[in-house]
């Protein structure tokens, strides 16, 4: 694909469609936030245990919007894995004019299981506005991203004429919070149609409601399971007990060697940093995490550095009896799953590695310790100074009307390692629809509408200082 860069840079900041475009989306938005609603009541979940059928409606809806928002060219494409079908994937195309860049949109129509519906304040898959929020699951995650594209799509071709030049194609992926098992083969099979200059994925969160971020780097991720293993079957607590200590026992003294004893992960071997440009007061992280009065924050260095540059290692699951089955027993084994998020510039192979070696030299007095590695995803960060990325920051300030955060994401997108890969001239931007309060994957899950107003102005600003040049041939 042809190389591009940024034209010459001007002091004014301000587009000159902007007024056109700010007008075109607040007259849409109330359509914007009605589709919206009406792909919220979708229960697309790409999880076995769930009816496949709605996600293939969940598809063919999003397949009518791009249709109706101009765009003739859209499939909907699926590549087997082991004999076994993808989740359906959205796949639109407008072709770029000569001489001008092609823009990949990015995001997913699937969504989380519900979960537990007794937190729900109303029905998961039933939109509700309360308070200027849209509250439902997938409203914000990342259902809002697609409307976002198809609401700046629009927009851009009101004000500029169907006949505008920045080529664009939209990637909508049906299988993302299923860990997106077919995306690396879905990107071999359709690079042709996929190829693209500047990449934007809408699956990201904002600073906080009224000052917009810019997605810098990700924490990378791997996972796995930590067996303990003590005596070859359960015997009489009374009768054994004490000389021997139980499998759970061992293998929290296994977890407790984790972290030091300020909570920093000190397993040999992975790395971390204390350079995030900005910072998170401790007071607005505790509130958007929940955390409770009096609950010591762990580990050290800034907030910020402490999400985004350090490791961050979690206990998700545990196999033992629970309490209403448990007896008098000594357990002869048990099981823990981790997650570990990694600092940017850790690869995902060695830090797995470095788990492996630390739990295998840590087993508890002796007991036998089994490791299996589970999932891994690398970790990312970008380039700010890059053109792509200086004309989306001066999108979003203008959109918001306050300057953007370079804010690094403690979550983990495990896809964009294979975008970059297989992309590797394309600049990648990671966009957000969320805010902190936004509650993905979790009960009352919601959408900030006025932030969302703005995410879909900035996404249009975006793609008109695109097209009128701003990024140009090298």
């Known amino acids: 694909m042809d190389s591009f860069d940024q034209a010459a840079p001007t002091a004014d900041r301000t587009h000159p469609s902007a007024q056109a475009l700010s007008a075109s989306v607040d007259a849409d938005f109330p359509r914007i936030v009605e589709q919206l609603t009406a792909l919220v009541n979708i229960r697309g979940i790409a999880w076995e245990a769930f009816d496949p059928n709605e996600l293939d409606r969940s598809a063919e809806a999003v397949a009518q919007l791009i249709r109706d928002a101009g765009i003739d060219e859209v499939s909907i494409l699926r590549v087997d894995n082991d004999g076994v079908p993808g989740g359906p994937a959205v796949v639109a195309r407008r072709p770029a004019a000569e001489g001008q860049p092609t823009v990949l949109l990015y995001a997913h129509h699937d969504v989380q299981p519900p979960g537990d519906p007794d937190p729900w304040e109303s029905e998961p898959f039933t939109a509700v506005e309360r308070d200027g929020r849209l509250y439902g699951r997938g409203a914000a995650d990342d259902k809002a991203g697609i409307m976002a594209h198809v609401g700046a799509l629009r927009s851009l071709t009101e004000v500029l004429g169907p006949d505008f030049g920045v080529g664009v194609t939209l990637f909508i992926e049906g299988e993302e919070e299923a860990g997106s098992p077919t995306f690396r083969k879905f990107l071999e099979t359709h690079r042709d149609l996929l190829t693209a200059d500047v990449i934007v994925v809408a699956d990201s969160s904002n600073w906080k409601v009224g000052v917009p971020a810019l997605t810098t780097s990700l924490r990378g991720l791997v996972d796995g399971t930590v067996e303990v293993q003590v005596l070859d079957h359960a015997v009489h607590s009374g009768m054994f007990g004490g000389p021997v200590l139980d499998a759970p026992t061992l293998l929290a003294r296994l977890i407790s060697t984790f972290h030091d004893d300020a909570g920093d992960v000190c397993i040999p071997g992975l790395v971390g940093g204390d350079s995030a440009s900005v910072d998170y007061d401790e007071q607005d992280y505790r509130a958007d995490a929940s955390v409770l009065d009096g609950v010591r924050l762990a580990g050290t260095g800034s907030v910020a550095s402490r999400l985004w540059n350090k490791p961050a290692l979690s206990i998700i699951g545990m196999d033992i009896p629970s309490v209403a089955l448990s007896s008098n027993t000594l357990l002869p084994r048990a099981k823990a799953k981790f997650s570990l998020r990694l600092a940017p510039g850790q690869g995902p192979e060695e830090a797995m590695h470095a788990v492996q070696a630390h739990v295998e030299a840590n087993a508890p007095f002796g007991a036998r310790v089994l490791f299996a590695a589970g999932e ?95 990024l140009r041939r090298a």
Do not use: C, Y
Request: glycine share 8%; no cysteine.
């Open 376 to 470: 891994t995803g690398s970790p990312f960060s970008t380039d700010t100074s890059e053109p792509a990325s200086q004309l989306a920051l001066a999108s979003l300030e203008e959109a918001w009307g306050v300057p953007a955060v370079e804010a690094g994401m403690g979550g983990s997108i495990p896809f964009i390692a294979d975008l970059t890969e297989l992309f590797p001239a394309a600049q990648i931007l990671i966009t957000g629809v969320e805010d902190p309060d936004s509650r993905a994957h979790s009960a009352n899950e919601s959408l900030h509408l006025d932030e969302f107003r703005k995410a879909v102005l900035a996404e249009a600003l975006l793609l008109a200082r695109i097209n009128d040049g701003g």
